[in-house]
Every structure is written in structure tokens, then in C-alpha cells.
């Protein structure tokens, strides 16, 4: 007997946990609902049911476990009824209930569906006897044929999006190596930009005479500037050829 | 007012040495196809910090100088030039680019030295009269955007046609230059790490990489 006792007691100090938190992630929904209207979003709001689904899953899970004691055959009997108001009640139904009195005993203590849901219970119930067969059979199917079409219309719109993101998988390259190494190289090396280089130093040396020495006394600057620099053409190419000849050796890009 | 003269090299290396210069540069690079470049481009608008008003475009002429220091063996000293071919008016830059290093797979980026500095446009005849010798020169014009500190550049690289600007250019190939930079003092490295996750935000459109280009 006294086992038995302990077992309730564990039970029901389990089942208070759950219904406790299950109580609290439904405050601070409504708690969210009614102060954070404005910056709730859905992703949001959503994470809140699915906490609260989760709680009622735990809870309904040590009420359908084997050990569990069968509540439906215990009886809470009301030893003292008062109207006076007592504060220990109060304090522990978190101030709604002030009194242990006439008036509000059978209301908490009632096992049955309120009144008014009764009500609609027993005239959906009459409703559903009311009905034959073949209506019942025939709203069924209406009903099912419904559902697949949305069904339907679901995984179209999965598949329809699958076979995007596939193809967009396959896509086709965007960037080529080869091309990545022959500007890279060009830029930091100069490869593939020096091939008439002799020409180019011509050029620009013109380029520098005519284009960019704007405001000089043109005769005097062209000859000073074009004395080292023809100067220097006759070493030149030697070196630049080299340079090449070592460049494609060692790193030919189309490795 | 009255400083004694040669504190501006006295200052110089004392900013060098308590690393305020942004003198690293650390970047990655890759191209883009021609035809996916303006998918990146959308891509780069969103991700990046001048949304607004739109990417910068530029369109420069960049030239590389380069000086022999010793014999064969030793690399000669680089210095490129560079002018804003869509703003006449604007100074040249002059800038230093120093060897590239990869090192390890630890390291996100790869790390150079750079220098730049503004000049006036005679600056291609100061160069050549200290001996310098046009290495190559080429035609860049793209599109830049910014995203904290970093740079980011979507550029077509053209050949120079002898002597005749800018008509007729020949691009070196059917895609863009992506580079992804940051110029900033020595030591930094933290900055490495946030370049190589905003270029993981451009796979698998762009595959920026460490390469290296010079051997």
C-alpha cells in the first residue's frame, strides 16, 4: 500500500513539472503575443508552438506510461469548504483563487467538459447519428479527394524546386583557371605583355615626347630623355629574351 | 615651425617601426567568365558596403618599371605607374610591389609589400632617367568595390596597341581579374582571415586563390 502511495506521489510531482512548464512557454507566448506584436515574426512565433507541442508530448507520455497511476480512478474529495479568504490558496494559485468556497468548488473540481461544450458535444453527437450512412461515406470521400489535391499541388511545387536547385547545381562553370593564371600573370608579371617589348619602349618613349611632357621645352626634354633610353636598347633585348625563355620554362601555365 | 632639418626621415621610421604605415597588402585573386560577370557584379552589390551609389568604375593605364640592382641572379626592383585614363587631371601613383609570399596553408592570403605614393604625370621621364626600363604596360578598366577595408576589383586587362591610346585594345582573354585586397600596417594578420571568408561568399561564382605569380 504504502508503495503504491510513493509511486502516486512521484507520478503526480512528475506530471506538476511538466504541467508547470507547460504552463510557463504558454505565459511567455502570450506574454510575446500581447507586448511584442510589432517585432514578432512567424519563424519566431512557431519555435513557441512547437515548445508547447513538445511539453504536451512529454506530459502525455507520463500519463500513458505503464507505471503511471490511473488517475481517472482516484477521487479528490473537498473535506472543508470556507468562505474566508486563505492566503496559503492564494499564494499558490498564484492569486486567482481566494477562497475555498460553495460557489467556486464545483467549477474547479469538475471532471466533466464545461457546460457549454457539453452542450455542442451532445448536438454534434445527435448530428452525427443523424446521418446515413452513404452521406457520411460520401463526405469522406470529398473530403480525401480534397486533401490529395493539395497533396498533389505540394509536391509539384517540391519537385519544381528540387530539379531548379539540381540545375542550378550543374550550372556552368563561371570561372576558368587557365584564364585566372594568364591574368594573374600578366598583371604581376608582365607575361604575355612583353612580346614587342622593343616596339613598346619605342612607342611609349614617343608617347612620353608627344602626350605627357606638356608645358616643357620640347626639343631640349625629347633628346635628354631619349639619350639613356636609346642608350639602353642595345642591352635590352638580351635580357628580355632570357627572361621569357626562363619564364616559360619553368612555369608554363596550361599545367 | 623651426624643426631641425632630417626629422622627416626620423619620422618615417619611427611610424615604420611602431606600425601605423599600412605597407602589407594581402589579397587573393581569380577571374570571372565574360559571361557570369554580371552575376558577380550583382552578387558584389549586395555583399559590399557602397550599395547605393553603385560600384566605382575605373579605366587606368598601368606601366612596370624595372631596375637592375646586380647581375642576373639578383631580381631586379619593380615599380609600376599608374594613370587614371577617365580623369586626366587626377595625380599618377607611383607604387612599390614587393615579392609575393604564400607561405603556408595556415596562412589565408597572400602577403606583399606596397608602397604607393601620388606624382605628377612626369614621373615616367624621372623614372626613365634614373635608368629604368619599361618592363611591360597594359590597360585595366573595371569595376571596384569596397567592403569594410577590403577592396574588391572586377577588371578586364587589355594588350597596348603600339603607341595609339586607348582605340583598339585587345583583351588578354574572355574573362574579368577578380582581386580581393587589403592594404594595412605589418603585423596585422587578423585581416587575412576576414578576406579569405568574404571570398568563400563568392564560391562557387569566383575560386579566389593564392597564386603565385612570379616563379
Known sequence: MQREEKQLDSALEAIIMRVNDLKSTIAAMIFKVEHEYETLNWPNFLD????????????????????????????????????????????????????????????????????????????????VASLTYDASHKQVAQYNKV??????????????????????????????SADTHLLVYAVGNGKGLKSDTVQMVQGVGNSIGSNMMVGRAGGQSQTSSQGPLAGQMTKAPSTIKTNIKAASQIHPYTR | ??????????????????????????????SILDSAVEVLLHRLRGLCDNVDTGPETFHDHEMCFSIRRGPPPELPLFLR?????????????????????????????????????????????????????LDFEYIIRGYMFRKGRMKVTVSKIFKMNQGKLPDGMEPMSQSYLVELSVLAPSGQNAIAEDIRIFAEQLKPLVQLEKINYIR
Not at chain 2, 11 to 24: D, G, M, R, T, V
Open chain 1, 147 to 176: 486533401i490529395n489535391h493539395v497533396w498533389d499541388i505540394a509536391n509539384k511545387a517540391r519537385e519544381e524546386w528540387e530539379s531548379e536547385t539540381s540545375s542550378r547545381a550543374t550550372q556552368a562553370q563561371t570561372s576558368n
Open chain 1, 48 to 127: 513557441n508552438f512547437a515548445l508547447i507541442s513538445g511539453h504536451l508530448t512529454s506530459l502525455s507520455k507520463i500519463l500513458s506510461h505503464d507505471k503511471a497511476p490511473n488517475l481517472r480512478n482516484l477521487t479528490v474529495l473537498p473535506l472543508h469548504l470556507s468562505p474566508e479568504k486563505d492566503e496559503e490558496l492564494l499564494r499558490m494559485t498564484e492569486g486567482r483563487i481566494s477562497t475555498f468556497a460553495h460557489d467556486l468548488v464545483p467549477d474547479y473540481l469538475r471532471t466533466k467538459p464545461d457546460p457549454l461544450v457539453e452542450q455542442k458535444m451532445l448536438t454534434y453527437e445527435t448530428k
Open chain 2, 81 to 133: 605607374v599608374r594613370r587614371a585614363l577617365d580623369y586626366p587631371d587626377m595625380p599618377w601613383q607611383l607604387r612599390y610591389i614587393g615579392q609575393p609570399e604564400l607561405g603556408d596553408k595556415s596562412q589565408p592570403t597572400v602577403v606583399r609589400s606596397s608602397l604607393d605614393i601620388a606624382t605628377s604625370n612626369t614621373v615616367v621621364e624621372f623614372l626613365t632617367e634614373l635608368g629604368c626600363r
Open chain 2, 1 to 30: 615651425m623651426a624643426a631641425p632639418i632630417g626629422t622627416a626621415m626620423d619620422s618615417l621610421s619611427a611610424a615604420l617601426k611602431s606600425k601605423i604605415i599600412p605597407n602589407q597588402e594581402y589579397f587573393l585573386q581569380g
